[in-house]
Structure formats: C-alpha cells, structure tokens
C-alpha cells in the first residue's frame, strides 16, 4: 500500500479530491472540509452550525480511517468573516467541544476572500496520526 483514500460510508463521493488520504505510516491527509453533510447539503443557521458540521465530518473522516479526534494533530482553519468568527467566540468554543472535547491540536486560522463554493463561510483541514 502506497495511500489509502479514506472515504466515510455513506457519503456521496469527492468530486476532483479525496476527503482522506492515508499514508502508510499512519498520516492522514484531511482535505478541506466545510459545513455541509455527507449528502453534500449545507447545515442552517450561518457561522457556527457550519463549523461544527466541519469539524463532524473531519472526525468522521478520522473514524473511517480508524481513528479518533484526539489522533488530529493539525487544523488549518480558513475563514471568510474574521469578524463573524470573533463576535461568536463563546459558541465557537462550545461547539468545538462538542466534536473534539478538550483536545486541542496545532491551528492556525487564515482569513479568505472567498471559497470554491459560494454559501461555504469556512474551510477546515486537518492532518491526523493513527497508530
């Protein structure tokens, strides 16, 4: 095996891209994933549901691929509203919570002027280590 894509059942299919690459020494590659399900339907209610769906479909990504949250060592965070990201921090924390507890990997937020699609607010990547 050179890389495995990691794919969660059920999910309609990456169109261009994979949601998980997975090398043979355990590193998972996580492509960035954005508020919408696994049927590619974006969740309501702006900034933070379409955070916590992100952040859902990357543990689910890490589940796939045999893992869990705590093996995220990276979140590349790409955001389109720096302001909307700061007038909501109490909720980003506790949605943030919600899917990855109190584990806190290396991140780093970058502010974007836009994303490939258009009712997308932010982008998050991630690299994880299974063991």
Request: hydrophobic fraction near 45%; charged fraction near 15%.
């Amino acid at each position: 095996m050179t890389h495995q894509t990691i794919q969660p059942a059920g999910w309609l299919p990456a169109k261009g891209y994979a949601n998980g690459m997975l090398t043979k020494d355990g590193t998972l590659h996580i492509g960035g994933q954005i508020g919408w399900d696994a049927h590619q339907t974006f969740v309501a209610g702006g900034f933070v549901p379409q955070m916590k769906q992100a952040l859902r479909n990357i543990a689910d990504i890490v589940e796939a691929a045999g893992g869990q949250v705590s093996d995220v060592t990276r979140l590349t965070w790409f955001v389109t509203d720096k302001s909307e990201y700061l007038a909501h921090q109490a909720q980003v924390g506790a949605a943030y919570r919600e899917v990855f507890g109190r584990h806190f990997p290396a991140m780093s937020m970058i502010v974007v002027s836009g994303l490939v699609e258009d009712e997308a607010l932010l982008e998050i990547e991630a690299t994880a280590h299974i063991g």
